[in-house]
């Protein structure tokens, strides 16, 4: 009587839990696993955000809100984004945002255009609401989609293009320039939305320019999503929101008012204090990111066997591991493909790394330095005494 729906065919449990699961096993047997898979920053919730979520549930703001959030969360949002109120739609997680957008435009075989290294949701989504993804390869590309290969991309199918800025798992951070001549083949396809996924904006090395502002007379077709999960370490309060024309935030908030209703009161008063309060500790946060991927970068390097640019934001490296193929492990296997690195790295230095298969560009790795300091210190140590043992 449980069969899957057809919509479930080929989405299976992500191939991360089973990396997760396999540090479980060996943490089981009393091994200390390092985890360079883990897709959240380190940093606490501040302080003044946990004191505002208290607050709010002694005060009785604990029955549903509107649907699509508060009016302060909404305006303060949309003071973010230089937006309307009712341009603002709050959901349960950034993930939530993408999906109501998805299921809410989307009809059996339509098209998005999304670039491959992808966050493996992306694919999923798309596949669940009877999409079709159209991944574009940027491995060979600095993990940015070229201008060239989104006109290439495009369909009469064509949707949206989902552009995920800064990149996970890339670390890519588009620049200015670089948006305005994706636009610039937006504007010659006027069929086309575009969704920005802006979820690590906060973590970028260089100042962040959203293609909103880039390019503002798309705003009319656009949809910003973002959240606090990243920015302010809230991945458990499960807050996101989208920005974009009303008439697209309307359909979006149906299909949550049909599934989740409002998102939770009390994380949204929580938002509402990390929107407005005080917000040094982000660029101290962020340049703490960037310290910790110069680290892993020079060490990864040390070891030969990974080809490594430096990320311009996010907190993951997305190296090459071509070098490593071919070679021999101690017990005289082959390593043949960026899995066998992952689960050699897992076996023999007892740290997790996700192979970049798993994010449609084989042949990588992601390597997230959410992690503290000795912790990462010892993980390149354990990485490096691994590499030295291949042959
Ligand atoms: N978008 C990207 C690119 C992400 O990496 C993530 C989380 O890993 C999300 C969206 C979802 O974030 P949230 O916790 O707000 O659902």
Redesign the pocket.
Known sequence: PFSRADRLLGIEVSGIVRISEAAALLRAEGKHVIDLGV??PDFPTPEHVVDAAFQAARNGKTRYTANSGTPELRAAIGKRHDATEKEVLVS???????FNALMATLNVGDEVIFAAPF?T??MDMVQIVGGRAVVVQTADTGLKITPEQLENAITKRTRWLLL?NP??PSGAVYRPDELVALADVLRRHPQIAVMS?E??REISYAPFVSLRDAAPDLRERMLV?D????AYAM?GW???WGVGPQSLIGNMAIVQGQSTSCASSISQAAVLAALTGPDDYLAERCRSFRDRSLFLIEKLRATRLFDCAAPDG?FYLFPRCARALGMKQPDGKVIATDDDVSRYLMQEAHVAVVPGGLFGSPGHLRISYALKQDELADACRRIAEACGRLT
């Open positions: 897709g959240e349960t997680g950034a993930k939530q945002v993408i966050w949701t992306y995920n990149g996970n996924d979820i690590y999503v959240g606090a999960s990243k991945t499960r807050m996101g996010a």
